[in-house]
């Protein structure tokens, strides 16, 4: 783990929260409007949390309170920022039906994965398997014009320090989320990231 990272990837508050409560290790990427298509710049980062396309209809019932308590803690012109991701498998998502059949391991509805599916679908769907650790006391940061739009990818004004950051979930228990990711059908394949061009093997 780096002692300090500029980088944040931007993700629902809600799953944010669902990742920091060890419900949820996978996230699902395609590229955002602003991108042709997803790029692994690194396989560090802080987890942004986003508010603008989350909605109680893309998230199961029992996951609600999530997203409610997501809103309660937003404050205007600030950032808050608690949790470090750590990419442990990238993995092809070959079909809708693999989504599905792992609702037990992700808070997204049936229509949302439908969606997801469907959004440009020219473009492969990548799922992360991210390690996420958890910071005593969260940073609270400065909006920015330069953090905003639908992009993946955040460089932070400042290179934040990673001490005190604590795993959400225990090595057995990160190894058997991600068996099962693995079991039902998701692929790891191996990529480049972009910050620094060396091969990475999932």
Same mark, same amino acid.
């Given at each position: 783990? !780096?002692? !300090?990272?500029?980088?944040?990837?931007?993700?629902?508050?809600? #799953? #944010?929260?669902a990742m920091l409560a060890g419900q949820q290790i996978l996230l699902l990427r395609k590229g955002g409007i602003e991108e042709d298509a997803f790029c692994l710049v690194d396989r560090e980062f802080w987890l942004f949390p986003t508010y603008e396309h989350q909605s109680l209809h893309r998230? !199961?019932?029992e996951f609600h309170h999530l997203l409610v308590?997501? @809103?309660q803690e937003r404050q205007v012109g600030k950032i808050r920022l608690e949790a470090y991701g750590m #990419?442990?498998?990238v993995l092809h998502v070959g079909?809708?039906?693999v989504l599905r059949a792992l609702?037990? @391991?992700h808070i997204w509805t049936d229509e949302f994965l439908t969606q997801r599916w469907q959004y440009k679908p020219h473009l492969p769907l990548y799922g992360l398997a991210v390690r996420v650790y958890r910071l005593p006391t969260p940073f609270?940061? @400065? @909006?920015?014009?330069?953090?905003?739009g639908c992009r993946s990818w955040v460089p932070l004004k400042t290179?934040?320090?990673?001490?005190?950051?604590?795993? #959400?979930?225990?090595?057995?228990?990160?190894?058997?989320?991600?068996?099962?990711?693995?079991?039902?059908?998701l692929e790891p394949i191996s990529v480049k990231t972009a910050r620094n061009g060396s091969e990475t093997a999932c």
């Open positions: 783990m !780096r002692e !300090r990272n500029d980088l944040a990837l931007k993700e629902w508050a809600t #799953v #944010v929260k998230i !199961r019932p308590a997501s @809103e #990419v442990a498998a079909s809708l039906e609702s037990d @391991e609270l940061l @400065e @909006e920015h014009p330069d953090y905003a290179a934040l320090p990673t001490k005190g950051l604590s795993p #959400v979930l225990s090595d057995a228990a990160f190894a058997a989320k991600l068996e099962r990711l693995l079991q039902a059908g």
